[in-house]
Nanobody, 124 residues
Framework: QVQLVESGGGLVQAGGSLRLSCTAS????????MGWFRQAPGKERESVAT????????YYRDSVKGRFTISRDNAKNTVYLQMNTLKPEDTAVYYC?????????????????WGQGTQVTVTS
């Protein structure tokens, strides 16, 4: 497992942008598929975006396609989520997660390590 620390959340008006960062401990970051998830009050945790080990293959949930971009820098042990054109329905706690299994996955149970979460609030 790796330790993950997110940063970059905050309060923003609809249409605005935020960039989330997640930094991992250890020297095996490139062995993990990385994902961003979110959980709104009263709702289940859902996958937002995932990215392959070398960063060549991203996957997005439909509601964020064209607005969010996931990327990673393996030299810095960091994965990013650039969020543009934010909407009130994007409001949630956002979590960074790492999966040691091979292949992209958006299933919560496939992820071994989780960050503490960062709050994103979008006002209308």
């Amino acid at each position: 497992q790796v330790q993950l620390v997110e940063s970059g959340g905050g309060l923003v008006q609809a249409g605005g942008s935020l960039r989330l960062s997640c930094t991992a401990s250890g020297r095996t970051f490139s062995r993990y598929v990385m994902g961003w998830f979110r959980q709104a009050p009263g709702k289940e945790r859902e996958s937002v975006a995932t990215i392959s080990r070398m960063g060549t293959t991203p996957y997005y949930r439909d509601s964020v396609k064209g607005r969010f971009t996931i990327s990673r820098d393996n030299a810095k042990n960091t994965v990013y989520l650039q969020m543009n054109t934010l909407k009130p329905e994007d409001t949630a706690v956002y979590y960074c997660a790492a999966a040691s299994k091979e292949g992209l996955t958006s299933y919560v149970d496939d992820y071994d390590s989780w960050g503490q979460g960062t709050q994103v609030t979008v006002t209308s």
